[in-house]
């Protein structure tokens, strides 16, 4: 979150979600820390620097593996590629949101945080979705633990296809993202039906009163 901030912007919403105050304020104080400290030595400048790119990028350079490099590369517009891209970027962020506030195992959250985490922001390149490793290794694990869903391995298999080798004539590191993180809604889907969500998190709110 402190180097690559554009990758970790989910992070906060998930801490919230999971109601994780202590981890969201220790990491809140570090971050702060960290930048005061980067600043101190190599100058305010870089800061400054790295918004002003975020906001005016005047190129693509490297090829952006997101929604909205997708759009782009296709020939949108940029204001029409970025309200899509925020579209997208506002259900991902429920999503997430959802998977952190039910009871469910951390693999399952971590996995849909890290596949998330690449699939919401805008600027994201190749060498960013080494993040997919984490998710798929925790999707594994729960599988192991759980038990594979049908065509678990083949969405699986089929990420790390597309992953490595892509397409030529336009940008796809985002569908892995999104193929890992339907995984996990539907995962969690199965552990916990849709309908008891409310009451799951009525029940957990009143056992965290009582301790």
Known sequence: MTFKPQIGILFPFALLASR???????????????????????????????????????SLG?????????????????????????????VITAVVCWVWARPLPHTL????????AALATPYVHGHDLCILAVAAAFLVRDGLERG?????????????????????????????????????????????PASNFVASIRSRGSRDGDI
Not at 159 to 171: A, E, N, Q, Y
Request: charged letters at 10%; glycine letters at 8%.
């Open 62 to 90: 490297m090829r952006l593996e997101s929604v909205y490099g997708f759009l782009w590369s296709a020939g949108m517009s940029r204001p029409i590629a970025w309200a899509i891209h925020l579209g997208v970027a506002g």
């Open 109 to 116: 959250k971590a996995a849909g945080l890290c596949s998330a």
């Open 148 to 192: 594979f869903l049908p065509g678990d391995r083949l969405v699986m298999l089929f990420s790390w296809i597309v992953l490595f080798l892509g397409f030529r004539d336009f940008t796809s590191g985002w569908i892995p993202c999104l193929a890992l993180l339907v995984l996990v809604v539907r995962r969690a889907r199965r552990i916990i």
């Open 20 to 58: 994780k105050w202590r981890v969201a304020t220790a990491a809140v104080a570090t971050s702060v820390v960290l930048i005061v400290i980067s600043a101190f030595v190599f100058g305010y400048q870089g800061w400054s620097t790295f918004i002003h790119t975020l906001v005016n990028r005047p």
